[in-house]
């Protein structure tokens, strides 16, 4: 069993993707063909905001937003402590000091009063100056946008939305990606909408915050290419990515939208049948709509958690542990050495030990749900 089924999704779709990536080689346009302007345009339509930039990951469009922002030494951005490395790291990267926040236990995003505690308390302190707060939509589901924003309208902050995992998600009829002063999303193959490498997008209402995100991503560019106004990078995103994607995009959200959305509502009514208390499944906020980057569920513990992922390996059913590490405990962020305040992340510590990734995918079969849940099921038997 495939844990997000690629293969299956190839298959399915080989005749336009075949034909999206014969016309790049055949045009030989591989870096900023019309495919990426024109990708650009459909992703914005779609997400309800007026740009769209790609760029090469999901990681360089973090840093693209910080960098525009100028955000640098001395400045205080506050990161959930419980998400993929990369939302801290490009704080770091900056030059910034993150500050890790804890997370819900329910829906796994960042905690709205956490966040506000760790505000006081830099400002407080005095040493750094609080200017962003980063907010991840954890495995698909937005974070509590409404409740961020008022506390980033309180202190005067600005909300770069991390949506890797969000994208095709929303709240009520507003979608993922809009959420942020800046948002970003990834198109890194095992995201929601994926391409066949890297790739990655930043979306932003602000036109002068555009035009800066366009130079920042080519070496800084002025007028033209070789007129170098700033220092920036060369994070681009491929012709052929971007012709994937195209290719990709009318099936993820006419179809795969809805079918990954069939597949979850199986996994929930098969799981509750025998509802084990030691089990619990995702939560998704009312009015918020998950993209459902992953389904997972969560253990009473670390044995637990550990052993039943052994016993749906013996059985060739792959499952991952998002995430085993929470961010204030990572090795590379040692050097900050007490100067960023550990925050109470009790939760987040929590959550390490009781998470587990089910294979999910819009692609996946009745059938496969049905093994994986009679494995969990019959655990403990
Ligand atoms: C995947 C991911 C990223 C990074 O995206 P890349 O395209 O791999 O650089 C950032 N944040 C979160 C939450 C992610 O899941």
Redesign the pocket.
Known sequence: MEFRSLKKQYAANKEQIDAAIARVINDANFISGSQVKELEEKLADYVGVKHCITCA????A?SLALMTWEIGEGDAVFVPDF??F??GEVVSFAGATPIFVDVEYDTCNIDPDKLEIAIKSVLEDGTLKPKVIVA?D?FGQPADYPRIREVADKYNLLILE?G??GFGGAIGEKKACSFGDISTT???PM?PLGCYG???AVFTDNDEWADLIRSYCVHGKGTMKYDNVRIGMNSRLDTMQAAILLAKFDVFINAEINEVNAIVDLYTELLSKKQDYRIKLPFIRKGFTSSWAQYTIKLSGKKERDDLQKQLKLNDVPSFVYYPKAMHEQQAFKYLNGKNRIFDCSVTNELCNEVLSLPLSPYMEQGEVARVVELILGFWV
């Open positions: 990951n999901g990681t360089d973090l998400t993929f990369s939302s991840v954890l991390d890797a995992q990834s198109f890194f995201k890297d790739g990655g």
